[in-house]
Each structure stands twice: as structure tokens, then as C-alpha cells.
């Protein structure tokens, strides 16, 4: 027989569940999200920079300062998108990071020799086969118990 908290559902509590992972994996996002932004930014200002060249309208103030525009935009893009990025990078590792949690939590009891655990994942979490898994192998150790 499970206890109360492994009969029910699993009910979110916190979305930050393994803060290492989660900060690991949002700031690898983050720095893409940096190298993407630089790498478009850098690619708009060297195509403006050439045309100014081309045409010579370097000392054109109307066309210095829609190059400065279009950078002053692409850092904004930058500002805009970070929150974005870190909240759908907590909303991802969220589906890793808890049935992760849950499962060490398993495992940690059994080696306690408590085999009566059922480990439930939400729909949509990651990692359901290992989560079988470790059933099917509290099942095994409490039938030969």
C-alpha cells in the first residue's frame, strides 16, 4: 500500500524543482539566444555599413541614423526575448527536472528497503519508461520480500 502522497496525482508545487539543472539549462539557452542576437545584429550592421559605403552615405544623417534604428531594434529584440526565453526554458526542463526529482526520491527509498512506492508522472513529463522501470522493480522486490 502507497502512502497518501504517492496514491494521488502528483500536483505541482514549484516549477524551479532542480534549480541546478533548470539554471544550467536556461542559461545554455540564454547564450544562444546572446550569440544568435549579436551574430544578427553584427549581419545587419555590416550590410548597412557596405551599403553606406556603396553608395557613399556615410555623411548622410538620415542614413547614419537608420543604421543606429535598426541596432537600437535588434537590442530590444534582445531585452524582449530574454524573460521569453527563461520562462520557456523553466516551462521544458520543468518536465525533466521533476519526474528526475521524484524518481531519485524512489530509488532513495528503496534503498531503505521501503518497496512500496507507485511513481506517477504527470502527462506530458519525460522519462515515463524509467519511471515504469523503477516500478516494475519495486514490484519485483516486494513480491520476493
Known amino acids: 500500500m502507497g502512502n497518501a502522497r504517492t496514491r494521488h496525482p502528483y500536483v505541482r508545487r514549484h516549477w524551479l524543482v532542480n ?3 533548470q539554471y544550467q539549462f536556461i542559461g545554455m539557452m540564454l547564450l544562444v539566444l546572446l550569440l544568435l542576437t549579436v551574430g544578427a545584429l553584427g549581419s545587419v550592421y555590416a550590410a548597412l555599413w557596405v551599403t553606406l559605403q556603396t553608395f557613399d552615405l556615410r555623411q548622410d544623417p538620415m542614413a547614419v ?3 543606429s534604428t535598426v541596432g537600437l531594434l535588434v537590442t530590444l529584440e534582445l531585452l524582449v526575448l530574454a524573460p ?3 520562462w ?3 516551462r521544458l526542463t520543468h518536465r525533466v527536472a521533476g519526474p528526475l526529482v521524484r524518481i531519485n526520491a ?3 527509498q528503496m534503498v531503505r528497503s521501503d518497496f512500496d512506492i507507485h511513481l506517477k508522472l ?3 513529463d519525460a522519462l515515463v519508461e ?3 522501470a523503477v516500478n516494475l522493480l519495486a514490484s519485483s522486490l516486494r513480491s520476493r520480500r
Open 122 to 124: 504527470r502527462d506530458g
Open 88 to 90: 520557456i526554458g523553466i
Open 84 to 86: 521569453i526565453v527563461v
Open 65 to 67: 541614423a537608420q543604421m
Open 106 to 108: 524512489a530509488l532513495q
Open 19 to 21: 534549480p541546478p539543472l
Open 130 to 132: 524509467l519511471a515504469d
